[in-house]
């Protein structure tokens, strides 16, 4: 049941990356928006990146925007998460997900999503 799942997260320090990957079993990514959700301890999920399915558009949130750089694979199914110059406040619990539009999925209409991955970024 569980058709995407991430991988990547860890401990890194402030000013550092991770990048993200999120593998798809049994959908095929093409036929979605693409993008990841995080949700740090004591706040609501929130969108960080997405692909438009329509025209190919990115998306990203003025916290990460200039940091974070989401793209796809779609002839393997996979998409995956850049993230540079890595705050604490990045701090969190990574989802990758699939939704009919991003407007959908950043407001957590999702059709499926990971389980997710740890990103902690501390000292």
């Known amino acids: 049941q569980l058709q995407l799942v991430e991988s990547g997260g860890g401990l890194v320090q402030p000013g550092g990356s991770l990048r993200l990957s999120c593998a798809s079993f049994?959908?095929?990514?093409?036929?979605?928006?693409i993008g990841w959700l995080r949700q740090a301890p004591g706040k609501k999920r929130e969108g960080v990146s997405c692909?438009?399915?329509?025209?190919?558009?990115?998306y990203y949130p003025d916290s990460v925007k200039g940091r974070f750089a989401i793209s796809r694979d779609n002839a393997k199914n996979t998409f995956t998460l850049q993230m540079n110059s890595l705050k604490p406040e990045d701090t969190a619990v990574y989802y990758c997900?699939?939704?009919?539009?991003?407007?959908?999925?950043?407001?957590?209409?999702?059709?499926?999503w990971g389980s997710g991955t740890l990103v902690t970024v501390s000292s």
């Open positions: 049994g959908i095929t990514l093409d036929d979605y928006a």
């Open positions: 997900a699939a939704s009919q539009s991003c407007d959908g999925m950043f407001m957590n209409a999702m059709d499926y």
């Open positions: 692909i438009s399915r329509s025209d190919g558009s990115t």
